[in-house]
Structure formats: C-alpha cells, structure tokens
Nanobody, 113 residues
Framework: EVQLVESGGGLVQPGGSLRLSCAAS????????MSWVRQAPGKGLEWVSS???????TYAESVKGRFTISRNNAKNTLYLQMNSLKPEDTAVYYC???????RGQGTQVTVSS
C-alpha cells in the first residue's frame, strides 16, 4: 500500500523558513518522480514543485528562488525547504507521487504575523 506522510508544517512569521518532509513507503521511491502541491483556504490544488528520479527540479513561478525541493532516496524521504515565506504561502501542503493522485494527509503551513 502506498503511504505518504507529510510533516514539518507550522506557524511562521513572514520572511521565515520551514522545512517540510514526506516519508514514503509502499513503492520504489528512488525511481519515482515526486511533487509538492498545496491547497490554500477556499482554493483548488496548486502545483508547487517536482523532482524526477534524476533529481532534476521544477518550480512554480510563485515559489521559484524561495523554495527548494530535494530527496533522500536512502531514507525514502522528500523535502521542501521554504524560505522567505509570504502570507500567500499559507496552505495545506501535500506530497504526491508523479503520475498518481495519491497524496498524504497534508501538513498545514500558516504564514502570519
């Protein structure tokens, strides 16, 4: 069974940083492309970033230069380093295996003073 468990969210002031983690199991993580997506209150899902099996990365324009996606295949874990956070980054963040709609339970990120 595919399982994705996100963690690391919280309340942070504008300009602050957080690092999200996603522990994966039930599939071969090292050969899987992975993404982070988010859902802000009252809005639909928004793609944030992806990383392929070769560790090539892509980012939404809204987070480019502020967020960094990475992976540790030995730990079956996906990360999202978020710097210079803005109030508009407030959302529930999910990790997702590329090519599927399977997501974890999400982790809440709130950016507010």
């Amino acid at each position: 069974e595919v399982q994705l468990v996100e963690s690391g969210g919280g309340l942070v002031q504008p300009g602050g940083s957080l690092r999200l983690s996603c522990a994966a199991s039930g599939f071969i993580f090292s050969i899987s492309g992975m993404s982070w997506v988010r859902q802000a209150p009252g809005k639909g899902l928004e793609w944030v970033s992806s990383i392929n099996r070769g560790a090539s990365t892509t980012y939404a324009e809204s987070v480019k230069g502020r967020f960094t996606i990475s992976r540790n295949n030995a730990k079956n874990t996906l990360y999202l380093q978020m710097n210079s956070l803005k109030p508009e980054d407030t959302a529930v963040y999910y990790c997702q295996r590329l090519g599927t709609s399977v997501r974890g339970q999400g982790t809440q990120v709130t950016v507010s003073s």
